[in-house]
């Protein structure tokens, strides 16, 4: 079983080409300080670094898109082990980038299928931590920790975090099934009356949907 995907350390993070970029240009600021102050002012030190972090983003987020892709396709093909060797690996190098963070949605998500619980849990959740910056991919992952607390049986913790992501995003299009898992937690930990009160949340703020006849064949069941 592969480990999880390590925040780098300082030491491994003192050839950053970040830094090494921000090193050079304030370098040359220092050199040539006394011209630049004169001519500019200060802050055009300032300006230096900030276009210098800019740059080195914008082609570290082009490059981790690039790479990207034909690990995005060992992920689609189904071979999810071979595709948690390559996103433990991308997901280090490019940590922090845009394709970073799909990578650990993938990640999460190929730890999933293989049943390895923790592992998803823990990338899901760095997903949503550190990155969330897409919506659709947050709030699957957001339900993805809370499937992964139904794969480790904590029933209760699951219930807690489907209730969180419909809370959050009433109106996101999966929410009423988030709901009817939620619900259907409660009826695992025995809480019928629990289960009953969310099925009703359903039919009444998702009337129309396939999910509000889920909801009625629900508390059928329940029978209280």
Same mark, same amino acid.
């Given at each position: 079983?592969?480990?999880?995907?390590? &925040?780098? /350390?300082?030491?491994?993070?003192?050839?950053?080409?970040?830094?090494?970029?921000? /090193?050079?240009?304030?370098?040359?600021?220092?050199?040539?300080?006394?011209?630049?102050?004169? !001519?500019?002012?200060?802050?055009?030190?300032?300006?230096?670094?900030?276009?210098?972090?800019?740059?080195?983003?914008?082609?570290? @987020?082009?490059?981790?898109?690039? &790479?990207?892709?034909?690990?995005?396709?060992?992920?689609?093909? %189904?071979?999810? &082990?071979?595709?948690?060797?390559?996103?433990? &690996?991308?997901?280090?190098?490019?940590?922090?980038? /845009? %394709?970073?963070?799909?990578? /650990?949605?993938?990640?999460?998500?190929?730890?999933? @299928?293989?049943?390895?619980?923790?592992?998803?849990?823990?990338?899901?959740? !760095?997903?949503?931590?550190?990155?969330?910056?897409?919506?659709?991919?947050?709030?699957?992952?957001?339900? %993805?920790?809370?499937?992964?607390?139904?794969?480790?049986?904590?029933?209760?913790?699951?219930?807690?975090?489907?209730?969180?992501?419909?809370?959050?995003? #009433?109106?996101?299009?999966?929410? #009423?099934?988030?709901?009817?898992?939620?619900?259907?937690?409660?009826?695992?930990?025995?809480? #019928?009356?629990?289960?009953?009160?969310?099925?009703?949340?359903?039919?009444?703020?998702? #009337?129309?949907?396939?999910?509000?006849?889920?909801?009625?064949? %629900?508390?059928?069941?329940? @029978?209280?």
């Amino acid at each position: 079983m592969a480990n999880p995907k390590k &925040k780098l /350390t300082r030491k491994q993070m003192h050839h950053d080409p970040l830094l090494e970029k921000v /090193t050079a240009v304030t370098d040359f600021a220092q050199e040539h300080s006394k011209r630049i102050s004169y !001519i500019f002012g200060g802050a055009v030190v300032l300006a230096l670094i900030i276009w210098a972090v800019v740059s080195y983003r914008h082609n570290r @987020n082009a490059e981790s898109i690039d &790479k990207l892709v034909t690990i995005e396709q060992v992920f689609y093909s %189904g071979d999810y &082990k071979e595709a948690i060797r390559r996103l433990e &690996k991308y997901c280090t190098e490019y940590e922090g980038t /845009t %394709g970073g963070g799909i990578g /650990t949605y993938y990640l999460a998500t190929s730890y999933y @299928n293989t049943d390895q619980f923790d592992f998803a849990k823990n990338n899901f959740e !760095i997903y949503v931590n550190d990155y969330a910056d897409n919506e659709l991919y947050t709030v699957v992952s957001m339900a %993805g920790i809370a499937s992964c607390l139904e794969g480790l049986n904590d029933y209760e913790g699951a219930i807690e975090q489907w209730g969180k992501v419909a809370n959050q995003y #009433p109106d996101f299009y999966l929410t #009423p099934e988030y709901l009817l898992n939620q619900a259907r937690c409660y009826r695992l930990i025995n809480q #019928p009356e629990k289960a009953k009160s969310v099925y009703e949340k359903i039919a009444k703020d998702y #009337p129309e949907s396939s999910y509000a006849r889920d909801a009625k064949i %629900g508390m059928d069941e329940l @029978n209280i």
